[in-house]
């Protein structure tokens, strides 16, 4: 299939930025999303150019690395599924694809469609932990964790930190993800004693970084190529509130 | 290749400040509670919930027309004459307006930051952005919000002050309304419709919103959550909407 | 190429005494720092995965000052985080037999015993205290109604002993050493330096006392100096270009400390996984592991006859060859992965392969459907055929999945004594990157156990009886100036290159060279033909790979020019271990070296040793032989039929 691509193109953080339009032809509706992009940047290398920089390491959907606004939609169309493991036979012949990086303020356009995105480790640094030295935790079975309570613990820690929710939300908010990770410890037996004070702290950093506010949009879950349910922002606003009133 | 260079709508520059990596930024506390985004939700939800309180009452009230103009009157004068003796004459009702006024205020504070902290965040706008959550209500919250504010201003002057209305200020509460609401001034009717549809849609989002930034609307709670909200809608829409059609079509007067 | 052999390694510091006392008497022998001490002493961790993000942790945690380094955006996003699978320990939860032993003996034995028995029996006591560590810091594993931890039985064991998190034990366990590395950051202990890649290591005084990096964004070459190094930058299996790695995993790493005398031991020894999502097409960038658990209601085939292309609904069952059936009818589709690859690569070199290219054998679940329903089978699998779905577009409840054995893991790696510590002081390797405690052959669910008890349990420990010594003191400033004008000068050549042809071309190219000679069956020929292939195709890397861009700037074409580049030197070694190693054992299988069953032949008598190889600038790597004894497990002929 051939296609037209507008890809996003900026040289580093200081430069303006634009769109450029290329030509792939030939592409294979096997290829995935980042196989195409490589076969474009191997020409565009061998035409002397500078090929389109974009994060991947796993290609599998699980490193949170790629990520992508694809034709208007973070990761792509597609459902639950992220740019590395989106495929081209979901694209038509012909068909003219839009490509750009995250846009937030938190998220600085480094060069392309590389953003960073390091706001996020500075809000798992506020709190998003438990707190156990190696060598001190008791032996593993006493402390027995309600199935369901694991079950739903494990659904928001699923969350890769790729940051689409932020790239999909109309407010620019990180709540999904910062919810993701307070539901995650604090469904758990082992998160309660810091549960108050790590939401109160995750959700300051997560505004002192610059991301805005929720309006419960639920563009956020929708992309979520790990499918974090919207209930974990209840959650955390939840928790935050029972810190403040604390 | 031919690469052809194009200039896209998203050309704002990036602010270079945040540029460097690795560099921790400093943490800058916002000023507790009411300073975080979250206190600022709850504040809108609070507030939210009040008008809501108050406009469920008030559409109650309004549908006391259907029992005859005493009926709306004395209603009328009773919110005026509430705790009367022990409090003086209008003392409850101005508590309740005081405490409107500062919801409506607040709710607005509120927005507007949120508005302002959300432009803040996306600095740089897509060349190409689709809505995948499949809901526009939730998307046309700031612009419902204008369109109801200015809305109330138009029917405090109608109703409350009676300036815009043909019977004028010093006339009792039900002549207002009915000779505002006569079919030729269709116009009136048609704007208080598009009002209170937007009431409708501000609200459908709006209640179950509110419930979700207080943490109610967990497990499997959100799916019921937001269809009471739709049924609340709803209600008041209709509530809202019955005298005044009523009217204009001349089944009362 | 040749090499010529050094004196052997005698004495890898494992204490003597009885396998079960050795651990503790290491750790009560082993000096210890005073609290007020650590803060004054500094550490560099490279890389974030499960080795060296616990380690990191572990050492922040102690009060040294850590400085962590990693090629990603994000600690959070190392390799190690894609391991599906599940973790071994020997909790005996389920009271089926396991003990500390027992894992022990499973893990030498499939090691196909090239690994030694001290720090194995190590690593099986390790293991419980790593399931206690991982739920304590919220790690959500697999838990039964009761509410306590599920397991199941993984890789060929008799036992229940692996525990996970659905298919993603790796991330839970990666962001749980994460949670406790940020917990350090924000305590000030350890400084993350993400984005930035070591391109070389400074030795001062003979002990590493620091690194080179580069800093990815800016481009800045950048110096940091320690008083210990750990390198925890995990394996080197994408020098076959095609693996089931991340895309950044590089040697770059190791083989640049190996430049500065740390010696390489067994760097033949990789593991082909059998169960792989097929090579669709000459664009491919990347091979999908599909769980090994598939095999438990999966059965294997392919068509009888050569080149019968019919559909595979229409291929009659007898005219269907369920081969591994056929030639392990005891194990049958579950033989440990080593065998099952070469079994499936046989057929296909017989032209009996399906798919694009005849390189795929099919993996059917017609069978379990009909037994045990579609819904049973889409509860157990359900995650992993959607994503077969999702990368080849067929629907495996329809038609039989296609796989392929693909490169997935390196036993190989720097030597390291029982310390960790490599042959240069101060250095010290944990995971993936050092030969680790595999032997030839590493067990499922094995790796993420050997990392998180190298960072979390082992080098913590360890390294203070080094850094006891400790502060070194300044670094030889001549030291240093020579490791960052050998990193400019090598960036400042591939740019100045300019040729016409991409780095990934190169890597093709190699990993194709790699695959085809030094790959799943390995001969005399075939190495030698690699061995001559690789010097003339690094030739022509260097005389005509093209870089764009400029080296002060993110660039990803330099980075990947970079990391091809060590590789090419890497696969030589490779294969010269091979050729040297004229047994087959583990996931070595030389061809010429089996027995009548077409089963690998070890070679205990000539072999038994780990083969470390010392570099020399002048092209003649040195090999150093550690003798491998076995004073608790009788070494044994494995066995699967
Ligand atoms: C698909 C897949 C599934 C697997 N499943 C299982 C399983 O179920 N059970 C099991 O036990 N094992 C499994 N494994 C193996 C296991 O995941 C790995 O062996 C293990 O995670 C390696 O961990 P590590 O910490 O040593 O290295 P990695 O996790 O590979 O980390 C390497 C780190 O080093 C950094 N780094 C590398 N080079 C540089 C450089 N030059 N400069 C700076 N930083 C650098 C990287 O940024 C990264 O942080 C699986 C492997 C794969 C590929
Ligand atoms: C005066 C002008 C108004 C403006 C600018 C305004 C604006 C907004 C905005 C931007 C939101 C947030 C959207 C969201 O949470 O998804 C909101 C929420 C809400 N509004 Fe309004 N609104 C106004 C008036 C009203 C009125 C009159 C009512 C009640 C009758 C009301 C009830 C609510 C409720 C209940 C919420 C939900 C609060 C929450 O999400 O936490 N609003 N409003
Ligand atoms: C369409 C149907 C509506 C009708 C017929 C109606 C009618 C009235 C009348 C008659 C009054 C004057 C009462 C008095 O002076 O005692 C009034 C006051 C008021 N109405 Fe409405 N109203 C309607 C909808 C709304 C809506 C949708 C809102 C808000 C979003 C609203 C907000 C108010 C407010 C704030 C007052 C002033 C209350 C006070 O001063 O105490 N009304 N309305
Ligand atoms: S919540 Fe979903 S979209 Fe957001 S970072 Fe996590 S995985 Fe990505
Ligand atoms: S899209 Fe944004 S508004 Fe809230 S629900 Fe998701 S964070
Ligand atoms: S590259 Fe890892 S999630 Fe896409």
Known sequence: ??????????????????????????????????????????????????????????????????????????????????????????????????????????????????VDRSAFDRIIQAGGFISVPAGSAPDAHSIPVRKEDADAAFDAATCIGCGACVAACPNGSASLFVAAKITHLSLLPQGQPERLSRAKAMVEQMDAEGFGGCTNTGECTAVCPKGIPLDTIARMNADYLKANAK | ???????????????????????????????????????????????????????????????????????????????????????????????????????????????????????????????AKKSQAGGYVAHIMRWGGVTIALFVVWHLLDLTFGVVNPKGYDSAPADRMIAGFQPGRWWVTLFYLVAVVMVGLHLRHGVWSALQTLGWARGGRRRMLQVLAGALAAVLVLGFLAPPLAITMGFKG | MNYVEGPEIRDTKAPSGPIEERWDKRKFQARLVNPANRRKLHIIVVGTGLAGGSAAATLGELGYNVKSFCYQDSPRRAHSIAAQGGINAAKNYRGDGDSIYRLFYDTVKGGDFRARESNVYRLAQVSVNIIDQAVAQGVPFAREYGGLLDTRSFGGAQVSRTFYARGQTGQQLLLGAYQALERQIAAGTVQ????????????????????????????????????????????????????????????????????????????????????????????????????????????????????????????????????????????????????????????????????????????DFSDAIRRLGREAVEKKYGNLFEMYERITGENPYEVPMRIYP?????????????????????????????????????????????GLADGYFILPTTIGDYLADGPFGEVDEAAVEEAETKVRTRIDRLMSVNGSRTPDSFHRELGRIMWDYCGMERTEESLRKALDLIPSLRE??????????????????????????????????????????????????????????????????????????????????????????????????????
């Open chain 1, 1 to 114: 299939m051939n296609l037209t691509l507008k890809v996003w193109r900026q040289k580093g953080p200081e430069d303006p930025g634009r769109m450029v339009t290329y030509q792939v032809k030939d592409v294979s509706p096997d290829m995935s999303f980042l196989e195409m992009l490589d076969v474009l940047n191997e020409r565009l290398i061998l035409e002397g150019e500078d090929p389109i920089a974009f994060d991947h390491d796993c290609r599998e959907g699980i490193c949170g690395m790629c990520g992508m606004v694809i034709n208007g939609v973070p990761h792509g169309e597609q459902k639950a599924t992220t740019t590395c493991q989106l495929h081209m036979r979901h694209f038509e012949d012909g068909a003219t694809i839009t490509i750009e990086p995250w846009r937030a303020a938190p998220f600085p356009v480094i060069k392309d469609l590389v």
């Open chain 3, 192 to 363: 993350m330096f993400a984005r930035h890649e070591m391109l070389d290591l400074i030795v001062s005084g003979g002990r590493a006392r620091g690194i080179i990096v580069r800093d990815m964004v800016t481009g800045e070459i950048e110096r940091h100096f320690a008083d210990a190094v750990v390198l925890a930058t995990g394996g080197y299996g994408n020098v076959f270009y095609l693996s089931t790695n991340a895309k950044g995993c590089n040697t770059t790493a190791i083989w640049r400390a190996h430049e500065r005398g740390a010696y390489f031991a067994n760097p033949c020894y990789t593991q082909i996984h059998p169960t792989c999502i097929p090579v669709s097409g000459e664009y491919q960038s990347k091979l999908t592991l599909m769980s090994e658990s598939l095999r438990n209601d999966g059965r294997v085939w392919v068509p009888l006859r050569k080149g019968d292309n019919r559909a595979p609904g229409d291929i009659p069952e007898e005219e269907r060859d369920y081969y591994l059936e056929r030639i392990y009818p005891s194990f049958g589709n579950l033989v440990p992965r080593d065998i099952a690859s070469r079994a499936a690569k046989n057929v296909c070199d017989e032209g009996r392969g399906v798919g694009p290219g005849g390189l795929g054998v099919y993996l």
């Open chain 3, 540 to 641: 022509e890397f260097w005389r005509d790979v093209k870089v764009t861009g400029t080296a002060e700037e993110l660039n990803q074409v330099l980075e990947k020019a970079g990391r091809v580049a060590d590789f090419f030197d890497l696969a030589e070694l490779m294969c010269l271990d091979a050729l040297h190693r004229t047994e087959s054992c583990g996931g070595h299988f030389r061809a010429e070296s089996q027995d009548a069953d077409g089963e690998a032949l070890r070679d205990d008598e000539n072999f038994a040793y780990v083969a470390a190889w010392e570099y020399s600038p002048d092209g003649t790597p040195i090999l150093h032989k550690e003798p491998l004894e076995y004073e608790y497990v009788k070494m044994t002929q494995r066995s699967y039929k």
């Open chain 2, 1 to 127: 290749m031919t690469a052809t260079i194009e200039r896209g709508t998203a050309t704002a520059p990036v602010p270079s400040t945040t540029a460097a990596p690795p560099a921790p930024k400093p943490r800058k506390r916002p000023s507790g509670f009411l300073g975080s985004s979250t206190g600022k939700k709850v504040v809108m939800a609070v507030t939210g919930a009040i008008m809501v309180g108050f406009l469920v009452l008030h559409m109650l009230g309004n549908l006391k027309i259907f029992f005859g103009k005493d009926s709306f009157n004395e209603y009328a004068h009773a919110l005026r004459t509430l705790a009367e003796p022990l409090l003086p004459y209008r003392t409850v009702l101005t508590v309740l307006e005081v405490i409107l006024v500062a919801s409506v205020v607040l709710h607005m504070w509120a927005a507007v930051s949120l508005a302002r902290r959300a432009r803040r965040a996306r600095p740089v706008k897509y060349v």
């Open chain 3, 406 to 450: 693909a490169v997935h893991y390196t036993m190989g790696g720097l030597w390291v004594d029982y310390d960790l510590q490599s042959t240069i002081p101060g250095l010290f390797v944990i995971g993936e990157a050092n030969f680790s405690d595999h032997g030839a052959n590493r067990l499922g669910a094995s790796a993420l156990m050997q």
